[in-house]
C-alpha cells in the first residue's frame, strides 16, 4: 500500500525546500520537490539601469555571491561588446574559484558529513570516530575548517574589496587592481589552504591526490589514511553510499573559469550510460512551466517573461523546470569532471554511475584542481596593466552570461532597451537539479535520484533522504529567485 509522506523543511540547506514522497514497501516509489519561497528578482530588474543588475543579483544568494556577480557581467558583456583586461579575468578566476572551494568545504564539512553523526548509525563501528568529528555545532572537524574557510576567503578582500555582494566584479574586469605586496598576501593565503587541504583533507599532497586514476588506485590510496576524505570513503563503502542517488542523466557544465585559451574545465555534456562527450548548445536550454507555479511563457529564457500565478492547478514548486535538448540534465561538480575527461571521475562514473558517492567525491577532487590553478592564476597578473576595461553604454542587445557556480551551471539572460533592462532570465543549478516535472510528467534529476531510496519504517526520519538531497547541495534561494 502506498502512502505519501513529506519531507521538510530541511535543516542546514540554504532556503526552503520539501519533498513530497510515495512510500511503497518502505523504499520511495515517486517523489516531488518543491521550492516553497518566492522571491522575485526577475521582476525587480525590469525597467531598471542596465549596470543596476551588478548590484542586485550578487543579493540573490549569500554563498554564491561571486557567481552571480560573474553571470551577470559576462550577460553585460556579451550585451555590449566588451572585452576584458586580462587581469580582470584572471582575478574575477581567483575570487571565483576561492568562492566555489569556500562552498565545497562547506557542503563537505557542515552540510553533508553531520549526517553521519546521527544515532541513526549509533551500532556502526566507526559512529563514535564520526560523531566526534563531524557532529553539528561541537565536532572537532568544523572548528579546523572554519578558520582555514576564513582566510581562504581574505582573498576577496584583496580582489574584491568585500564578500558577499562585492561590486568589484565588471563586463571590462575587475575594480580592485593590486601591488605586489598584495600578491605576496594572495600566494600566502592560496598556499594556507593548499596547506590545510594536505594535512586535514586528504592526508597527502595534492599531486599524489590528483595522480589517483581510478576507482580502485582509490581503494588504495584510501587503506589506512588519515585525513577527512579518506574518513568519508570508508563510510561510504560501508555504507553502500554508491547505491543512493543513481541516475544516469546527462552531465552538462558549460564551462568554468575563462583564459587566454580554453577554459579550466571545458564546456560539454557527457552521457554517463554510453560514456560519450558531445557539445554544449547553449541553444538547447529551454524553460518548462507546466508544474511551476508560474504562468506561461515563451520556452526560451531570453524570450521568456516570470510572472507568478500562485493558484495554478497543476503547479507544485515555485522553481521552474530547465531543460536541455527536451530533457532533464544533472549539473554540479560531477558533470564539470566528466565532461573535462577527469580519469577518476570518468572511472567512478563507469563502477557506479552518478550517486550519493562520486558527487562527493568529485567536490573534493575538483578543489583540489582548484587550488593548483589558483596559484598559476596569481603569478600570471601583469601588475603593470590594467584591471579593468571601460565598454560603451546606453544601446539596445542582448546576450547571455554563462558560469559554473559550485553547485552546478549558472546561466543569467539579458535583453537591453538602451540603457534599460527589458527583460531578465536566471537558471540556477538548484533550478536544474531541483526542478519539477515538466509537461511530459519528466521528473527532474531529485525527483528522479529519490526513487528507489529505502526509509524503511523511519519515514521523514530516514537518513538516506538527507544523505541523496544533500548530495546535489541545494540552495533554495537561488532556485527561486
Not at 277 to 303: C, G, N, Q, Y
Not at 418 to 424: H, K, L, M, N, P
Request: net charge negative; charged share 20%; with cysteine.
Amino acid at each position: 500500500m502506498t502512502r505519501r509522506i513529506t519531507v521538510g523543511p530541511f535543516n542546514r540547506v540554504e532556503g526552503d525546500l520539501e519533498v513530497r514522497l510515495d512510500i511503497d514497501g518502505g523504499v520511495v516509489v515517486s517523489a516531488e520537490v518543491t521550492a516553497p519561497l518566492y522571491r522575485g528578482f526577475e521582476q525587480i530588474l525590469r525597467g531598471r539601469s542596465a549596470m543596476d543588475a551588478l548590484t542586485l543579483v550578487p543579493r540573490i544568494c549569500g554563498i554564491c555571491s561571486v557567481s552571480q556577480s560573474m553571470a551577470a557581467a559576462a550577460a553585460l558583456r556579451a550585451a555590449g561588446g566588451v572585452r576584458p583586461a586580462r587581469n580582470g579575468v584572471l582575478a574575477a578566476n581567483l575570487a571565483h574559484a576561492a568562492e566555489n572551494a569556500a562552498d565545497h568545504l562547506t557542503h563537505f564539512y557542515l552540510f553533508f558529513m553531520p549526517d553521519f553523526a546521527r544515532d541513526a548509525y549509533a551500532e556502526r563501528p566507526w559512529h563514535p570516530e564520526l560523531a566526534a568529528r563531524f557532529k553539528a555545532v561541537q565536532g572537532s572537524a568544523a572548528q579546523a575548517m572554519l578558520p582555514a574557510r576564513a582566510r581562504l576567503l581574505q582573498i576577496m578582500g584583496l580582489l574584491a574589496g568585500k564578500w558577499p555582494h562585492s561590486l568589484a566584479f565588471q563586463p571590462g574586469g575587475t575594480t580592485c587592481a593590486i601591488d605586489l605586496g598584495e600578491r605576496v598576501q594572495l600566494l600566502s593565503i592560496i598556499g594556507d589552504f593548499r596547506d590545510f587541504l594536505e594535512r586535514t583533507v586528504f592526508g597527502d599532497s595534492l599531486d599524489n591526490v590528483l595522480a589517483v586514476d581510478s576507482a580502485r588506485a582509490l581503494e588504495t590510496w584510501r587503506d589506512g589514511r588519515g585525513g577527512d576524505f579518506a574518513r568519508f570513503l570508508a563510510v561510504a563503502d560501508d555504507l553502500a553510499l554508491h547505491r543512493l542517488g543513481r541516475i544516469a542523466l546527462p552531465l552538462m557544465s558549460v564551462g568554468a573559469y575563462h583564459g587566454d585559451d580554453a577554459p579550466l574545465f571545458a564546456a560539454g555534456v557527457f552521457d554517463p550510460s554510453s560514456a560519450e562527450r558531445a557539445a554544449f548548445d547553449p541553444a538547447a536550454i529551454t524553460e518548462d512551466v507546466a508544474h511551476a507555479w508560474m504562468r506561461d511563457t515563451a520556452l526560451s529564457p531570453m524570450e521568456a517573461d516570470t510572472v507568478p500565478d500562485a493558484d495554478k492547478p497543476a503547479g507544485y514548486s515555485w522553481c521552474k523546470a530547465p531543460r536541455l535538448g527536451g530533457g532533464p540534465a544533472e549539473v554540479g561538480a560531477l558533470a564539470r569532471q566528466a565532461v573535462d575527461g577527469d580519469p577518476l571521475i570518468r572511472d567512478c562514473l563507469g563502477r557506479f554511475g552518478p550517486c550519493v558517492t562520486t558527487r562527493v567525491i568529485a567536490r573534493l577532487r575538483e578543489t583540489a584542481r582548484l587550488v593548483l590553478a589558483m596559484q598559476q592564476w596569481a603569478r600570471q597578473l601583469d601588475l603593470a596593466e590594467p584591471f579593468l576595461e571601460r565598454g560603451e553604454r546606453g544601446r539596445d542587445g542582448s546576450g547571455i552570461g554563462l558560469v559554473e557556480a559550485a553547485r552546478g551551471s549558472l546561466g543569467h539572460w539579458i535583453e537591453l532597451r538602451g540603457d534599460s533592462i527589458r527583460r531578465y532570465q536566471i537558471i540556477a543549478p538548484t533550478s536544474w537539479n531541483f526542478s519539477p516535472r515538466d509537461q511530459g510528467g519528466v521528473p527532474g534529476p531529485l525527483e528522479q535520484a529519490l526513487v528507489g531510496t529505502p526509509v524503511g519504517d523511519s519515514g521523514a526520519r530516514a537518513v538516506t533522504i538527507q544523505h541523496v538531497v544533500r548530495s546535489f547541495d541545494p540552495c533554495m534561494v537561488c532556485t527561486a529567485h
